[in-house]
T-cell receptor, first 114, second 112 residues
Framework: GENVEQHPSTLSVQEGDSAVIKCTYS??????FPWYKQELGKRPQLIID?????GEKKDQRIAVTLNKTAKHFSLHITETQPEDSAVYFC?????????????FGKGTKLSVIP | EPEVTQTPSHQVTQMGQEVILRCVPI?????FYWYRQILGQKVEFLVS????????KSEIFDDQFSVERPDGSNFTLKIRSTKLEDSAMYFC??????????FGPGTRLLVL
């Protein structure tokens, strides 16, 4: 089955700096890669996703890049703010006939220091 | 903006008891999922449901688990005989198409 590795497990940055979180996946059939933000005790919230026919996607301060050959994808947050502090999960999705089963990484706890 | 809802928010049960976790997916969504997250760990896929049947399930989803869509709005997860290791946060998710999944707030299950 799919295996997703995520690094680093914790990340501290100064407010205004950039943060980068990296993930690798094992199943070359995976073709959908979402990123979720989870604040303490709350639901995972989708912040950005990318499909395997796209190499990069940007949404304001958040960007995701995908390298299919190397089987890795990364989340970039620029101009970080204290409210960006949360646990971020990457996931890889392999589509079947009726659904996408998501395999998650172990998460990165991001702390933005004011 | 519509959201996935789940009830109850917390459930405490005795080992061996049956529990039913309830979810109301977003109304025009067609795909439904259950995930679980043991405290401090990653989110794990349990099962997906489409067109009134299970489409995928993980090895976690054994014979003790079942899902049902009893009416046009609810989606339930039943654990027949709970074990201590079933203690976790259970998230329901739904998607309109086969990709973007929106998560509910979760049910925290504690098995004593």
């Amino acid at each position: 089955g799919e295996n997703v590795e995520q690094h680093p497990s914790t990340l501290s940055v100064q407010e205004g700096d950039s943060a980068v979180i990296k993930c690798t996946y094992s199943d070359s059939a995976s073709n959908y890669f979402p990123w979720y933000k989870q604040e303490l005790g709350k639901r995972p919230q989708l912040i950005i996703d990318i499909r395997s026919n796209v190499g990069e996607k940007k949404d304001q301060r958040i960007a995701v890049t995908l390298n299919k050959t190397a089987k890795h994808f990364s989340l970039h947050i620029t101009e970080t703010q204290p409210e960006d502090s949360a646990v971020y999960f990457c996931a890889a999705g392999t589509g079947g006939a009726g659904s996408y089963q998501l395999t998650f990484g172990k998460g990165t706890k991001l702390s933005v220091i004011p | 903006e519509p959201e996935v809802t789940q009830t109850p928010s917390h459930q405490v049960t005795q080992m061996g008891q049956e529990v039913i976790l309830r979810c109301v997916p977003i109304s025009n969504h067609l795909y439904f999922y259950w995930y679980r997250q043991i405290l401090g760990q990653k989110v794990e896929f349990l099962v997906s449901f489409y067109n009134n049947e299970i489409s995928e399930k993980s090895e976690i989803f054994d014979d003790q688990f079942s899902v049902e869509r009893p009416d046009g709005s609810n989606f339930t997860l039943k654990i027949r005989s709970t074990k201590l290791e079933d203690s976790a946060m259970y998230f329901c998710a739904s998607s309109r198409g086969q990709e973007t999944q929106y998560f509910g707030p979760g049910t925290r299950l504690l098995v004593l």
